[in-house]
């Protein structure tokens, strides 16, 4: 997928582009930023490196995974494919991707990720800063029983377009845990569909803007077999004169009974210049299913600042900690600690 | 789904329509057909003045250019607006003096449907609550009682074309205010072509004294119906209105087009329920009322307050969206709704809020029951703007699903730029559990009283809202939709 993808789905799609101006928002987009990306870590895990969308296996560090198992290159795209019983990825593997001064105007990267019947793959998506349009689509394919923990960080100051499709069949699991803070543009879009029995999906998400950053979180999750669960928390903090988009739908098929379909979404608004949108849609054909959607937008609660003043802290210190409290709830979804920590780490950088 | 809930949805499926039935009544009918020809015709036959019919024409001429809304979650052939009639009245010498003068048939129309058109008379040590109606019947208002008592206080309550003779002033300051001409394809058509309709102006600071009532009966085939109602309280007023609406069961679809405007200034309430109950169609989806409404009160006043309660069972097509602009600081906006669809129904409703004054406060609740194979949508938007600091909204939409062939949708817009404004919404969708109709059950009552019992109990929040009289017809209302069911 292409930038000139996006713009004319955003045109033939008007109503799923309400809230984001695609062509508008990438005139706006700021000439450079600032690149100060060290991709140099001192963990043991796998780690590929992608720079201005092509793989550097030479910045990598393969670990317990071998080369193979990724392949491909930026013209047909990247395929990570994990076979049955895939128990030697143990290890998280993280994808770095990040750009240089030779970054073409857009990078565009293909990813599909096939899980084998009850395989286990956990992938965390880091991007750093990058000053183009960076276009991702992910492709997911889970087999049966097969469990995908899926992260993303996006701090890159740029134009993130993304697309993830995942399918997964009976019983499989996908995860996927987004932290944006630090965008000029992000459009999330997750589309997935448990098209197996006893298939799960848990999508969770925080969005962190200031300035006049602008991200959008458009996920669709379809229950088109029986006894299917998905669960989304998205957490939305929101200060200068930044958007913050969110749309959810959850659609549940004919004979997709006893589905159990809960969704969530909050923001905090911190200035009286930001803007909160959320369209949280339920489509529902089955009559035995238990959905539901919650939806909140306020501020911070003066009396819960000043009582963290009155026990010492300053107004700004108050004001972090109860935003870091805010977001807890969705950093709780995320089911591997360490990651937990680079998340709730972020966060606090963030509201500090 | 066991088979007590099956037989039910079947049953629910296949109920009567108990208002189906035409009246043989003499009337005068526009040829078929829409043209500038035909908006001069209703024009002179309502003897309106000049700017009205130049009003009309605008917007026909912008409606000639707009094209329908395809976003609502409904579908519908195509809709030929040349191939109906935009006036049917019953014929009639001369405009009725009195009830006595108005013709026997239409009175025993309205007595079979239970609408009181005679004033009861009050009697000693006995205060009964009197409502006053207004009828309409097809395109006229055929009698419009307690005008003379209503008058003494000084309110205005008539056919919308009699005001324009008699209050030029006032409809021409309110009309198209809240909605405006150009506003969408249905409420610009019907600026258009709008026939009849009721017109209500409350003075300062009175209350009214009793419910004002409109009841719409469409019976001419190969027409539409294409009413405009006007309410206005002025400062301090207050008024209760309630809407009825049926009409005869014919195959082919007709089109209900109605713009109704509110408008409460500085301290004023208005009220407005509706229990709608347009002929649905049969139970497979032939003929019924494609219902296209557009409903919007404006709280121009500070402390002014507009509620909205529906109970929509009737109608092929339901699409409307009863809306508050609040404009006035501490205004209140308020939103309850009942939508019951079966067979191949289809609504798609919800309303708007628009938060514009400093602590103005709105609450949605809207329940959905959809059954056979039907489709019910809740559609709905608040807006908070950056003025509308200290604003609250708070927002509750419960869909029940009885048969596993329909469908229940939620589409929520919730926009807001204001940090000290609190938004809330929450959704659920769930079916009616085999636990609680057990539970029932071993209580001694039979499936149906059971699946009566809940649903009743789903939608008491809204129906408890209704003034009495309509809270009684809605409840029969809805255990009509569940009668015969035995499991």
Redesign the interface.
């Known amino acids: 997928m292409s930038v000139a993808n996006f713009i004319n789905r955003s045109h033939q799609d008007k109503e799923g582009w309400k809230y984001t101006d695609l062509e508008a928002l990438l005139k706006t987009a700021p000439a450079s930023i600032a690149m100060n990306n060290n991709i140099a870590d001192t963990g043991d895990h796998p780690r590929f490196v992608f720079v201005n969308g092509v793989f550097q296996s030479k910045q990598s560090r393969f670990g317990a995974v071998p080369s193979c198992i990724l392949m491909g290159d930026l013209a047909t795209g990247y395929n990570l494919v994990l076979g049955e019983h895939t128990c030697l990825v143990t290890q998280p593997i993280e994808f770095v991707f990040t750009a240089d001064e030779n970054a073409p105007n857009e990078i565009n990267i293909k990813l599909t990720i096939e899980v084998g019947a009850n395989g286990r793959l956990t992938l965390l998506e880091n991007h750093l800063a990058s000053p183009t349009i960076t276009v991702l689509e992910t492709e997911i394919i889970l087999h049966a029983s097969a469990k995908f923990v899926h992260g993303k960080i996006i701090h890159s100051g740029g134009t993130h377009l993304a697309r993830s499709t995942a399918q997964v069949a009976r019983g499989g699991y996908y995860n996927n845990f987004t932290l944006i803070r630090g965008t000029h543009l992000t459009r999330n879009e997750i589309d997935v569909v448990l098209q197996g029995e006893e298939a799960q999906a848990a999508l969770n998400g925080t969005m962190l803007l200031r300035g006049t950053e602008h991200a959008d979180t458009t996920t669709r999750i379809t229950h088109a077999a029986p006894h299917c669960a998905s669960r989304q928390i998205y957490k939305t903090v929101l200060d200068g004169k930044s958007r913050g988009v969110f749309q959810g739908k959850i659609i549940v098929a004919k004979d997709a009974q006893k589905t159990d379909g809960y969704q969530l979404s909050r923001a905090l608004l911190l200035s009286d210049q930001a803007e909160m949108d959320a369209k949280p849609e339920l489509e529902i054909y089955a009559d035995d299913v238990k959905c539901s959607h919650g939806s909140t937008i306020g501020d911070l609660d003066e009396q819960a600042i000043f009582y963290l003043r009155s026990r010492g802290l300053n107004e700004a210190q108050a004001r972090a900690l109860l935003i870091e409290a805010f977001v807890a709830e969705m950093l709780e979804e995320i089911q591997i600690e360490a990651w937990r920590d680079i998340f709730r780490a972020e966060i606090e950088r963030w509201a500090q | ?1 066991n088979a007590s809930t099956n037989t039910l949805a079947k049953d629910l499926a296949e109920q009567k329509y108990k208002y189906g039935f035409v009246t043989a009544i003499d009337s005068e009918t526009a040829p078929v057909g829409l043209s500038e020809d035909t908006i001069r015709f209703i024009s002179a036959k309502k003897n309106e003045p000049v700017w009205l019919l130049e009003w009309r024409l605008k917007a026909y001429r912008q409606w000639l250019k707009m094209r329908e809304p395809k ?1 609502a979650k409904v579908h519908h052939p195509p809709i030929d607006y040349q191939a109906a009639s935009y006036y049917s009245a019953p014929k009639q010498s001369d405009k009725p003096k009195t009830l006595d003068d108005v013709d026997p048939e239409l009175l025993a129309t309205y007595a079979k449907l239970g609408i009181p058109l005679q004033e009861q008379e009050i009697l000693a040590g006995v205060q009964e609550r009197r409502v006053a109606v207004d009828a309409v019947f097809d395109s006229v208002s055929v009698a419009t009682t307690y005008k003379k008592e209503l008058e003494s206080h000084g309110i205005l309550f008539c056919p919308i074309s009699e005001a324009v003779q008699t209050h030029p002033e006032l409809v021409q300051k309110y009309l198209g205010s809240v909605v405006p001409v150009s506003d969408n394809f249905f409420a610009t058509l019907n600026c258009a072509v709008f026939t009849d309709g009721s017109f209500v102006y409350i003075p300062k600071g009175v209350r009214c004294p009793m419910e004002l009532s409109t009841y719409f009966r469409i019976n001419a085939e190969n027409t539409g119906q294409f009413e405009r109602t006007l309410i206005i309280a002025d400062e301090g007023a207050s008024v209760s209105y309630l809407e009825g609406c049926t009409a005869p069961k014919r195959d082919v679809n007709q089109l209900h087009a109605a713009v109704v405007e509110l408008v409460a200034l500085d301290d004023a309430t208005i009220k407005y329920s509706t229990v709608q109950n347009w002929y649905p169609g049969d139970k497979d989806g032939k003929g019924g009322i494609y219902n296209f409404v557009t409903k919007r009160g404006a709280c121009r006043g500070a402390r002014s307050k507009i509620s909205w309660t529906q109970v929509e069972t009737g109608s092929a097509i339901t699409w409307k969206y009863p809306s508050c602009i609040l404009q006035g600081d501490d205004s209140v906006g308020e939103f309850y709704s009942v939508a019951i669809t079966n067979n191949h129904q289809q609504a798609d409703t919800g309303t708007k809020m628009i938060h514009i004054g400093k602590n103005t406060r709105s609450t949605i609740i809207a329940k959905g029951i959809s059954a056979g194979q039907a489709d019910s949508t809740y559609r709905g938007l608040v807006k ?1 703007l ?1 003025t509308a600091k200290g604003a609250r909204n708070k927002t509750q939409c419960d ?1 029940l ?31 009616v559990s085999e636990d609680q109709l057990f539970y029932c059950q071993q209580r001694g009552l039979n499936a149906e009283e059971a699946m009566g019992l809940i649903v009743n109990g789903f939608c008491r929040e809204v129906l408890q809202e209704l003034p009495m009289e309509f809270a009684v017809e809605a409840q029969k209302l809805v255990s009509i939709s569940l009668e015969g069911s035995v499991g």
Do not use: F, N
């Not at chain 2, 596993?404 to 730029?417: L, M």
């Open positions: 789904m976003w908070i950056r869909s699903l009885i048969g596993d062939k329909c469908g229940a949708h939620t589409v929520p817009y919730i926009e807001s730029r204001q940090p000290k404004a609190r938004v809330e919404h929450e959704a659920t969708t769930s079916k």
